[in-house]
């Protein structure tokens, strides 16, 4: 009986590593104006375009199965003095687990991983990861 016990603990605990519930907390350090979004083709999901007038915070969730196969792409754009959205900056990284992570742009508009909780990293370009 244990032994079925401890396989069936190993089994859901591999099943749980597989899958990814995470919430991504952007936060925006800079007057500049900006826009954001993230690409997390494994699972085929995008989040909204988000604009940035000023400092402030926004959270992104995202869920599904095997996040960590393909690089997740952060995009940032600035707005020219025409008034058009132009590209910024780009970083990617692979990202798994359930729990939150923090981005932070500041005004180079580099998107910088700041701090995260449960939450595996790797082959990051994107700060401390």
Same mark, same amino acid.
């Given at each position: 009986?244990?032994?079925?016990?401890?396989?069936?603990?190993?089994?859901?605990?591999?099943? +749980?590593?597989?899958?990814? %519930? =995470?919430?991504? @907390?952007?936060?925006?350090?800079?007057?500049?104006? #900006?826009?954001?979004?993230?690409?997390?083709?494994?699972?085929?999901?995008?989040?909204?375009?988000?604009?940035?007038?000023?400092? +402030?915070?926004?959270?992104? %969730? =995202?869920?599904? @199965?095997?996040?960590?196969?393909?690089?997740?792409? #952060?995009?940032?754009?600035?707005?020219?003095?025409?008034?058009?959205?132009?590209?910024?900056?780009?970083?990617?990284?692979?990202?798994?687990?359930?729990?939150?992570?923090?981005?932070?742009?500041?005004?180079?508009l580099a998107p910088f991983l700041y701090d995260r909780q449960g939450i595996m990293c790797s082959e990051g370009t994107?700060?401390?990861?």
């Amino acid at each position: 009986m244990r032994v079925q016990s401890f396989a069936l603990c190993c089994l859901l605990l591999a099943v +749980g590593l597989e899958a990814c %519930k =995470i919430t991504v @907390k952007v936060r925006s350090r800079t007057e500049t104006p #900006f826009r954001f979004q993230m690409f997390i083709p494994a699972i085929h999901q995008q989040s909204e375009l988000i604009t940035f007038t000023g400092k +402030g915070d926004r959270d992104i %969730k =995202i869920q599904g @199965k095997d996040c960590n196969t393909k690089h997740w792409t #952060f995009k940032t754009w600035k707005q020219t003095a025409a008034g058009e959205w132009v590209p910024a900056k780009e970083t990617k990284g692979k990202y798994e687990g359930e729990g939150w992570f923090r981005v932070i742009i500041d005004s180079d508009l580099a998107p910088f991983l700041y701090d995260r909780q449960g939450i595996m990293c790797s082959e990051g370009t994107i700060g401390g990861c």
